[in-house]
Each structure stands twice: as structure tokens, then as C-alpha cells.
């Protein structure tokens, strides 16, 4: 099984702060997938194939990465940012997630 | 629109069994593998399982294998979970999960299901 560690695992940021959150996988997968979550609701879909943004994702959130380091930035940090990040991966049948990144506004 | 409905919250006493449902609307339901998704309180999503929704063969993760079961009811664009002998640990939100099409990973999910599980 594939491990995900995301790091940092809490971080705050003040309006219009650049943000990045990493995940780190123990070995190499071809595609990293992140999620947002808010307290209270499902997951969404957020980027997938480690850099296309789902539906209605803004596009000041960006993916980025190869191998076994993969990244999902923010450009510029807005109040409905604010939530948990999950990456995900998928090889060998057999999908695990990231620990979660809670972003928090300073 | 593409939606996946939940049955409700669950309160259960250890040794107990219950089943969840996810019923799909909005897309032909057997085109599409369902996956299950478990959120403790305060913790993070584990990949369950998933099922066939075409020939309703399950897969369950690791962790999974024993007490949980997925099915189906094809008619009614639905999958189930049923956990058998709920323990303490059960205690969890379980989210049913669309796999999207050429990619692997969950395009929708539904809203959740908190199973309580205490004597």
C-alpha cells in the first residue's frame, strides 16, 4: 500500500497569502488527486490528475508534481479557502489518501 | 444532475448489524464503480471497497474483509453497505463515492451516513 504524508497538517494563512500544501508518497504514482472538505459536508473532487481543476474550482488553486512529490497551491488566499485537503492516489487497485492539510484563516 | 442520496443517521449497539444505502439518479447506474469511503470523527477518509455496479462483484480493502458487505439494487440505481457484529470503532461517517470515467479518482459523492455505534 501506497502511503500518503501530506505536510503541514495545520497551517494558517492571511487573506492574500500564497499557499502550499505537499503530499508525499512512498512510491512512485503517476497521478496525485486532491479534495477539499468542510466541516460537516462530503469531500469534493478539487484537482484531479494531479493539475486539472474540477467544476468551479478558482483557478488560484493550482496542482503540480511527479513522482512522489506532488503539490496543490493557492495564489492568493481567500476566506472560502478555508477547509481540510486531502491528496489521493490510485495504484494497484487500491486508492489511499493523504492524512489531510486543515487550513485555517489567520 | 448527477446526485447520490444517503439513507439517514444510525445509532447501533456493539454486536448489532446495520445497512446503508446510496441511491444514484442523474447517469445510467451500471456504467459506474461505486466506492465506499469511512471518516472517523476527527480523522481522515479510508478507502473501503468498491463494487461493480455492471456485475456486482465486491472488493474490499484489507481492513474491510469479514464484516462488510456491498451490494446492489440494479433497479434502483442503489448500493448498499452492511456491517455485521458493529463495534465501537465502527463509529463513523460512511460515504459512498463515484469512480469517474478515465480517471482514477471520486467525481461525486454522497452526503454521508454517521453510524453511531454505543451501548
Known amino acids: 500500500e501506497i502511503v500518503l504524508t501530506q505536510s503541514p497538517t495545520t497551517m494558517a494563512a492571511s487573506p492574500g497569502e500564497k499557499v502550499t500544501i505537499t503530499c508525499r508518497a512512498s512510491s512512485s504514482v503517476s497521478y496525485m488527486h486532491w479534495y477539499q472538505q468542510k466541516p460537516g459536508a462530503s469531500p469534493k473532487p478539487w484537482i484531479y490528475?494531479?493539475?486539472k481543476l474540477a467544476s468551479g474550482v478558482p483557478n488560484r488553486f493550482s496542482g503540480s508534481g511527479s513522482g512522489t512529490s506532488y503539490s496543490l497551491t493557492i495564489s492568493s488566499m481567500e476566506t472560502e479557502d478555508t477547509a481540510t485537503y486531502y491528496c489521493q492516489q490510485w495504484s494497484s487497485n487500491s486508492p489511499t489518501f493523504g492524512a489531510g492539510t486543515k487550513l485555517e484563516l489567520k | 444532475q448527477i446526485q447520490l442520496v444517503q439513507s439517514g443517521p444510525e445509532l447501533k449497539k456493539p454486536g448489532e448489524s446495520v445497512k446503508i444505502s446510496c441511491k444514484a439518479s442523474g447517469y445510467t447506474f451500471t456504467d459506474y464503480a461505486m466506492h465506499w469511503v469511512k471518516q472517523a470523527p476527527g480523522k481522515g477518509l479510508k478507502w473501503m471497497g468498491w463494487i461493480n455496479t455492471y456485475t456486482g462483484k465486491p472488493t474490499y480493502a484489507d481492513d474491510f474483509k469479514g464484516r462488510f458487505v456491498f451490494s446492489l439494487e440494479a433497479s434502483a440505481s442503489t448500493a448498499n453497505l452492511q456491517i455485521s457484529n458493529l463495534k465501537n470503532e465502527d463509529t463513523a461517517t460512511y460515504f459512498c463515492?463515484?469512480?469517474?470515467?478515465?480517471?482514477?479518482?471520486?467525481?461525486?459523492w454522497g452526503q454521508g451516513v454517521m453510524v453511531t455505534v454505543s451501548s
Open positions: 463515492a463515484r469512480e469517474a470515467e478515465a480517471s482514477y479518482y471520486f467525481d461525486y
Open positions: 490528475d494531479t493539475s
